[in-house]
Structures are given as structure tokens and as C-alpha cells.
């Protein structure tokens, strides 16, 4: 097995840019489709524990955009990991590789959650509920102003919630919504009753937010007494419906602990877009690429 250039002697490290030096560096390049690349899961997405406080992220989902979001969230006070460098790859599975700070604390698994006491419960969701609420508050970002639902930097988002993984720029929620579903196959089981549950969401508008875009226990670390050590995995990250935060978070579930806690955090909001939402996942299930 051939070792990722990271690892080799002769990589070499970029000093991390700014914001603003990214935004003139790269522009926002059109979609192109990509194809799947037939590899492990552990190649797939590998992050390499380092000395010294360190982790190097380098997957097939690691993007610039993430480098960009990741450090304004740092600079907007958010408890995310501090991005120390970058290396871009031209002939490997990842686009670019992180070297980034290791966050405290521990990942929300469910034994976990169910050992805190209900005052620390609310630590994490009062917590999570100031975190969310400030991001979505975040104006456009200047590279972004092209399209309306986007990456930060005004390019494709990068979601396993949305067909193939990879979806262009949308001018506006319509296109959005048509692009959710295009791939569905009129064959499919139920059909028409996942096609109806989808379509509701046609005939609302919802207002555009920046939004984290892979809320899940796995990326909320908390400290033994709930507070929030940290948010992380932001390479799906970007401008949705105000709803998407939630609705991805749920999936296609409808109990247990999880589903309880998007629900607090969400304030009883979205449930008929999370409806409309599994519908549509259930019409695409066979492009959700992991």
C-alpha cells in the first residue's frame, strides 16, 4: 500500500492563508461531476492523531472550503480546531490535507448523554443553541454573493445529504430543491407518496443561513460536566434553508435520544421539513455516497 504524500519526506507545508488572501487566490470554479472513486472506507477518510496536540486531516472530503470556514469560525470565537497549515494534493484521493489543533473533550456518544444529569444536559443545549444561533447570524461572505445557496466561498457544497455528495451552486431555493430530487427513480418503492412528501417544501421559502451542515454526535465535543469543548467536521458547511441544519441532523429518524436533542435545539421547529426532507433522501437513497 503506497503511503499518502503527506507522509513522505519531501511534502512540503503551506503557511495558512487568510480569508481574505484565499478569497483572491481561488475563485469560484464551476461544477464539474466527479467520479466515485472505488476505495476503502479507512482510505477514505483517514485523520492521523499527531504529537504534540496535532491532527492531519486527509480524506476525500477535504476541500479549501473547509480550511476557510474552519479558521473564520476560529476568528469568530467559535470553539473549533486553530488550522496551522495546508497541503494541496494534485494526484491523490484528497484535495488538500489539514494540519490542525486536537479539540478537548469527548465525542456525544449516547452512554454519555445518558450519564449526564439534567443540569448538564442543558449546559450542552443552551450551549450548542449560542453556537448555532451565531452562526446563522453570519452575513455573506464576499466570494459567496454569486449564488445563493453555496460554500462559503461561493463554490459547490459538499454534503453526504445531498445526491452524489456534490452539488453546484443554486441561484435560489427552487433550484435547490429540483436538484435534491432529480436523480429519483420513478421505480422506486413508494414513489409517489416519497414524491409527495418532498414536493411540500415547493411551495415555501425559507430564509438562508450559514449553517454547519453535519450536526451529529461525532462532531460535538463536551466536557464531563456538558459544556461544549467543541464543533468540528465543518466540510459541509455552507448557505442553506434555515431548516437544513436540523432536518440533516434528524435523517430519516423519528425517536431516541438524538432526535430529542435536535429537537431542543431546534425549538420544536421543522418538523414538516424534516418530513419533506426523508421523503426525499428515501426518493434518492441509491446516490447517498458515504
Known amino acids: 500500500m503506497s503511503r499518502p504524500n503527506i507522509l513522505h519526506p519531501e511534502f512540503t507545508w503551506h503557511t495558512a492563508p487568510t480569508v481574505d488572501q484565499l478569497r483572491k487566490r481561488l475563485s469560484a470554479a464551476p461544477y464539474t461531476p466527479r467520479l466515485r472513486r ?126 452524489y455528495k456534490l452539488m453546484p451552486p443554486c441561484l435560489d431555493e427552487a433550484e435547490f430543491n429540483c436538484r435534491l430530487i432529480k436523480p429519483a427513480d420513478p421505480t422506486s418503492y413508494n414513489f409517489e407518496e416519497h414524491m409527495a412528501r418532498a414536493k411540500t417544501l415547493d411551495s415555501q421559502t425559507h430564509e438562508i443561513v450559514f449553517t454547519h451542515g453535519d450536526l451529529a454526535p461525532h462532531n460535538m465535543l463536551v466536557m464531563s460536566d456538558g459544556r461544549i469543548a467543541g464543533l468540528i467536521d465543518w466540510e459541509a458547511a455552507g448557505y442553506y434553508p434555515n431548516y437544513w441544519e436540523y432536518t440533516t441532523a434528524w435523517g430519516i429518524g423519528t425517536e431516541g435520544w438524538w432526535f430529542d436533542l435536535v429537537h431542543e435545539l431546534a425549538d420544536g421547529k421543522y418538523h414538516n421539513e424534516r418530513e419533506a426532507n426523508a421523503g426525499r433522501w428515501l426518493l434518492t437513497n441509491g446516490t447517498m455516497l458515504w
Open 38 to 163: 472505488v476505495t476503502p472506507f479507512w482510505v477514505q477518510r483517514i485523520i492521523w492523531p499527531l504529537p504534540f496536540g496535532l491532527l492531519l486531516k486527509h480524506s476525500d472530503g477535504t476541500r479549501i472550503e473547509e480550511v476557510v470556514t474552519t479558521r473564520a469560525a476560529y476568528e469568530a470565537g467559535i470553539p473549533v480546531p486553530r488550522i496551522i497549515s495546508y497541503g494541496a494534493h494534485l494526484d491523490s484521493l484528497a484535495e488538500v490535507s489539514i494540519l490542525m489543533t486536537r479539540m478537548p473533550g469527548e465525542e456525544l456518544f449516547q452512554e454519555l448523554w445518558e450519564w449526564f444529569e439534567p443540569e448538564e444536559k442543558q449546559n450542552t443545549i443552551l450551549a450548542m443553541k449560542e453556537i448555532l444561533y451565531f452562526v446563522h447570524s453570519w452575513g455573506r461572505h464576499p466570494s459567496a454573493k454569486s449564488a445563493l445557496i453555496c460554500s462559503i466561498m461561493g463554490t459547490s457544497i459538499r454534503s453526504v445529504r445531498v445526491p
